[in-house]
């Protein structure tokens, strides 16, 4: 019961964050949102989401371990995994101004999360600034970034291309595609995407401290495995 506990919480993890990023994105859309600000916002955070749900329903159900292994464990999956499992199918260019300037960031922002964590706490003050360096990180992003049309095709995919059966039922009964059913369409699908990580995360959670305690490893242990690659499904 423990593991279908655990693989009820992944499936929604991952059919949250995918709804979740699939209906703000066509949402954004609609609204004109630049592509740039789209990808640095919407995409990002949706497909992090996951492990932001995670972490923090570990912190609050007393777990800390598992939100500090989650965060760890989905970095080196995302490089290991994720790139090297897309290298393998097909090469990747490197911008060179990515090799430069975000590749450095990336470094900077582990070696100062080693930092903060060498005490053994992350305090309030600590969180604080780790987040306004992220809102300056994407403000700079946004504005060094504005002429850069790179990207525009990588968000491409609109509940068009998910729901062409929901189209066709609008059609039977004799409704049109507005702008009020693209509306509607994105916002259900964003909230269908958050009760999905919310239920997802706290299933996940239960499943893996009773796994983590049955097998007699530490909570951060499955944080850094068994969560940090379901977490990181989305970003796959």
Not at 6 to 25: K, N, Q, Y
Not at 72 to 84: Q, R
Not at 200 to 222: R, W
Request: aromatic content about 8%.
């Amino acid at each position: 019961m423990t593991y279908l506990t655990v693989t009820i919480g992944l499936v929604l993890l991952v059919a949250g964050g995918e709804g979740l990023v699939r209906g703000a994105v066509t949402l954004a859309q609609r609204l004109s949102v630049p592509p740039l600000v789209i990808g640095l916002t919407v995409v990002a955070f949706g497909t992090s989401s996951p492990e932001l749900v995670v972490s923090l329903d570990a912190v609050i159900s007393g777990a800390p371990e598992i939100a500090v292994g989650n965060v760890v464990g989905s970095n080196i999956a995302n490089i290991l995994l994720v790139l090297g499992l897309s290298a393998v199918i097909v090469p990747i260019s490197c911008v060179e101004i990515s090799k430069r300037h975000d590749v450095a960031i990336m470094f900077a922002v582990t070696l100062g999360f080693i930092a903060l964590c060498w005490s053994g706490q992350l305090l309030i003050w600590q969180g604080a600034v780790m987040i306004l360096l992220l809102c300056g990180y994407l403000a700079w992003s946004y504005y060094s970034g504005q002429n850069d049309d790179e990207g525009i095709e990588v968000i491409s995919s609109g509940s068009d291309s998910i729901l062409p059966w929901f189209y066709r039922w609008l059609n039977k009964i004799g409704l049109k595609r507005g702008f009020a059913t693209h509306l509607l369409l994105s916002l259900g699908f964003i909230v269908a995407g958050i009760a999905g990580l919310v239920v997802g995360a706290h299933f996940l959670i239960e499943g893996s401290i009773e796994i983590a305690v049955a097998a007699g490893v530490s909570k951060a242990t499955i944080g850094l495995s068994l969560i940090a690659l379901g977490t990181s499904l989305p970003e796959l």
